[in-house]
């Protein structure tokens, strides 16, 4: 059988597999990458090759730090400090909220920052008899897009960056993502600030699933009622900035991954975090989902098959299509599987052939893949789209429709923002 079929034959079980979850997302990403070795599509070399990409160490590296983050109670600290600082009244609370919460997700754990502030952003609206409801979709909002802001901000980006690279292409850096990340973060906060709060139910639902808060605490490393030790949170913080520093400062000698890294081995060396902690702070589905697609990546590349499905899509497209409207519908397929399955593992799915079909028509596939990955984060949509969605919907008493009022403007608003500034920072043009 004709190579190129075996790996579309596969990627449609994979894909199959990743929206129905019928087993784990890391494992099915992992199978997909072993029967491509099997049925010798890819050489056994290649099979595993993305366990040992640069983009997988630095990802690994950044979990660790923002696990010492959450551990020595750092972010929690800076989190509620200026909620607490911004008051009773609903709007100005809300900015706060959204403001700190992007800046913490942009570096850490989405999910983290929201089990940590949750528990007090419904304190706060007890005491000042504001619906809980008013507050928690802002929260979930804003760690949704503030993961846009940085590379490791949010999987998506991960995913898009280490495409890229597997295909042999010019990738993002770092703080690349800022340029579509930080206006598009602006612009949903003044959204919700002014327009989309109107459309957020005045709720006050059930008691906080404990359970999961703890869950959600203990995966970002935040996990542990012990004292924190002020000392280790300054640490934490100066090991984040050295980090970031040296990532920002593009240093031929220290790479983003061998930064990463140094940062991670301070956290452990210093006492943030032991080094069991380190282990379980990393997000290992995530790893293995990513690894795992890259291998089928490749294998797409290298059979054909990526362009098999670009060709498809180009034809139905008509002649010389508009890279502005390819955009813009690879845009859309994006943020609609977003909202029904994992973000990571959309963006996977979507990276290759996003890639094959920009070259099939001229274009610089660097834009395009900014666009599928921004539209992957942009997961404001539905209850398990994410889960900072998910978190908020108890106590908050959110239904299923409360989330598609809220979340569609915002995802049609997220296209709008990316078809005007993406082009502008990434030209189409080769």
């Given amino acids: 059988m004709d190579p190129a079929i075996i790996t579309l034959s596969v990627l449609a079980v994979a894909a199959f597999l990743f929206i129905t979850e019928l087993i784990p ?55 509620v400090a200026v909620v607490k600082k911004a008051g009773t009244n609903e709007i100005p609370l809300m900015a706060a909220i959204m403001l700190v919460t992007i800046v913490l997700s942009a570096v850490s754990s989405n999910t983290g920052t929201v089990a940590c502030l949750m528990p007090v952003i419904i304190g706060i609206c007890q005491a000042a008899k504001i619906p809980a409801s008013k507050e928690l979709m802002p929260l979930a909002i804003a760690a949704n897009v503030g993961g846009t802001i940085t590379m490791i901000g949010t999987p998506p980006n991960v995913i898009v960056t280490g495409a890229l690279s597997t295909a042999g292409l010019p990738t993002f850096g770092f703080f690349e993502f800022a340029w579509i990340g930080v206006p598009l973060s602006i612009i949903i906060t003044l959204y919700t600030l002014f327009i989309g709060r109107h459309f957020i139910p005045a709720k006050n639902g059930g008691a906080m699933d404990e359970a999961a808060l703890k869950a959600a605490k203990e995966e970002a490393g935040a996990g542990g009622d012990a004292p924190k030790s002020k000392v280790k949170m300054w640490i934490s913080g100066l090991i984040l900035i050295g980090v970031v520093a040296a990532m920002a400062l593009n240093l031929k000698t220290v790479p983003l991954h061998t930064a990463a890294v140094t940062g991670a081995i301070l956290c452990v060396v210093t006492g943030c ?12 589905v995530t790893i293995f989902l990513f690894a795992g697609m890259l291998s089928v990546a490749a294998a797409m590349e290298k059979t054909g098959a990526g362009k098999l499905i670009a060709d498809s899509v180009v034809n139905m497209m008509g002649e010389n299509p508009n890279p502005y409207v390819l955009t ?18 959309s963006a996977a799915l979507l990276a290759p052939i996003g890639i094959s079909i920009a070259q099939s028509i001229g274009a610089d596939p660097k834009p395009v893949l900014m666009a599928l990955g921004i539209a992957a984060s942009c997961a404001f949509a539905t209850p398990m789209a994410t889960p900072p969605n998910t978190l908020v919907l108890g106590p908050a008493g959110f239904s299923f429709n409360d989330y598609a009022k809220v979340g569609i403007p915002m995802c049609i608003l997220s296209l709008i923002i990316c078809l005007v500034v993406i082009p502008l920072v990434w030209p189409f043009g080769m």
């Fill in 25 to 79: 997302l890391a494992v099915t990403a992992m199978a997909a990458c072993t029967a491509l070795g099997i049925l010798g599509v890819l050489p056994s070399k290649a099979v595993y090759a993305g366990l040992s990409n640069s983009t997988v160490v630095l990802f690994g590296g950044m979990f660790v730090i923002g696990a010492a983050m959450f551990k020595t109670g750092l972010a929690e600290a800076i989190g």
């Fill in 273 to 284: 975090l032991k080094e069991k902690e380190a282990y379980a702070g990393i997000d290992w």
């Fill in 328 to 345: 813009a519908v690879l845009f859309l397929i994006s943020n609609i599987l977003t909202q029904f399955m994992s973000n990571t593992a």
